[in-house]
């Protein structure tokens, strides 16, 4: 068992940010012997729903990694994306009950949250903040002094690494032959 966990996995339930299915993404976490995987769809709980009923295949899952059900929070009003993990089935509720006022507060396939919105149901979440490079730094000291103010069970910052197209291009450039090939 590697102990490792992989927590911000979106599925092809999050539309146009997400593409595999959340079978497949089981199947891998146990071949690879990862101790956890978070499901975190966009906005909605609707990937966690296939990852667990493939979790009952003993064919095809053999190791059964602990699975982390969760939501990517998504606002509207310029917060940072937050990973919302319930710690008990109570907490499950209120993320339920927040997924479910913002998409009534918006037209069918979308869902308008608020930052306003998660302090009214953040009780027992398990927050992680993830940075996006175009939010400043003080917005995100800003996010984390409010967050900190919330009765959740805790909040974390997530690390990303971002990569852009041309990034492998210079990977393989040390040679003088690969280099001019590179330009």
Known sequence: MTVYAEIGVTTNFSFLRGASHPQDYVHRASKYGLYAIGIADHNTLAGVVRAYSEYGNRRRVRYKPKLLV???????????????????????????????????????????????????????????????????????????????????????????????GDDGAWRGCNGSRRRRACR
């Open 70 to 164: 969760g939501a990517r929070l998504a606002f509207t009003d310029g917060t940072p994306d937050l990973l919302a993990y319930p710690r008990d089935r109570a907490a499950y509720g209120r993320l339920c009950q927040l997924l479910s006022k913002g998409k009534l507060a918006a037209d069918k396939g979308e869902c308008h949250l608020q930052f306003d919105d998660l302090e009214e149901f953040s009780e027992g979440l398990l927050l992680v903040v993830m940075p996006d490079y175009r939010i400043r730094t003080k917005t995100m000291l800003i996010t984390l002094d409010m967050l900190s103010r919330l009765p959740v069970e805790g909040v974390w910052l997530a690390a990303t690494l971002y990569h852009h």
